[in-house]
T-cell receptor, first 111, second 110 residues
Framework: GQQVMQIPQYQHVQEGEDFTTYCNSS?????IQWYKQRPGGHPVFLIQ?????EVKKQKRLTFQFGEAKKNSSLHITATQTTDVGTYFC???????????FGTGTRLQVTL | EPEVTQTPSHQVTQMGQEVILRCVPI?????FYWYRQILGQKVEFLVS????????KSEIFDDQFSVERPDGSNFTLKIRSTKLEDSAMYFC????????FGPGTRLTVL
């Protein structure tokens, strides 16, 4: 079945530093979604990318979908302590089908 | 803003007992899901539900699991005879495109 891996598993940065997590799929994806899960919380939808090479920005967050639609990245510029959590990429084969989650990257930000 | 709700927030049960986890999806959504997350691991799909029937299920969703939409608002997950390895967070989600997750039920099987 479809496998979605993320690297790194864990990253610890100082506030103000940048952070990037990478998501790689074993198969071509129809779309990629990103979720954030705060410690003890539930996954919260951030964004969906659909087009090859697509780049979307949300304030300090930049999301990119690879040209081959098999990889994606999330970059956070100038991290803040509020960015702490685990970032998951997730993919489905079509609207409303099941989500296959990546392995997640846990971000820790210290002052 | 509408949200998915789940009850209880935490359930402790003895091995072999039945548990029912409850979810109230967002009211105009038509697609419903259950996922689980073992502590420190990724979120895993269990089952999806549409038009009053299961549309897809994973290998995890064996005969011990069942889902039901008993009325117009609730969506339940039943585990008939719990095992130690069923201990996890169980998330309900609903969708009209994007999937929105509830706060989860932490199930502890002793």
């Amino acid at each position: 079945g479809q496998q979605v891996m993320q690297i790194p598993q864990y990253q610890h940065v100082q506030e103000g530093e940048d952070f990037t997590t990478y998501c790689n799929s074993s198969t071509t994806l129809s779309n990629i979604q990103w979720y954030k899960q705060r410690p003890g919380g539930h996954p919260v939808f951030l964004i969906q990318l659909v087009k090859s090479g697509e780049v979307k920005k949300q304030k300090r967050l930049t999301f990119q979908f690879g040209e081959a639609k098999k990889n994606s990245s999330l970059h956070i510029t100038a991290t803040q302590t509020t960015d702490v959590g685990t970032y998951f990429c997730a993919a489905n084969t079509g609207t409303a089908s099941k989500l296959t989650f990546g392995t997640g990257t846990r971000l820790q930000v210290t002052l | 803003e509408p949200e998915v709700t789940q009850t209880p927030s935490h359930q402790v049960t003895q091995m072999g007992q039945e548990v029912i986890l409850r979810c109230v999806p967002i009211s105009n959504h038509l697609y419903f899901y259950w996922y689980r997350q073992i502590l420190g691991q990724k979120v895993e799909f269990l089952v999806s539900f549409y038009n009053n029937e299961i549309s897809e299920k994973s290998e995890i969703f064996d005969d011990q699991f069942s889902v039901e939409r008993p009325d117009g608002s609730n969506f339940t997950l039943k585990i008939r005879s719990t095992k130690l390895e069923d201990s996890a967070m169980y998330f309900c989600a609903s969708s009209e495109g994007t999937q929105y997750f509830g706060p989860g039920t932490r199930l502890t099987v002793l």
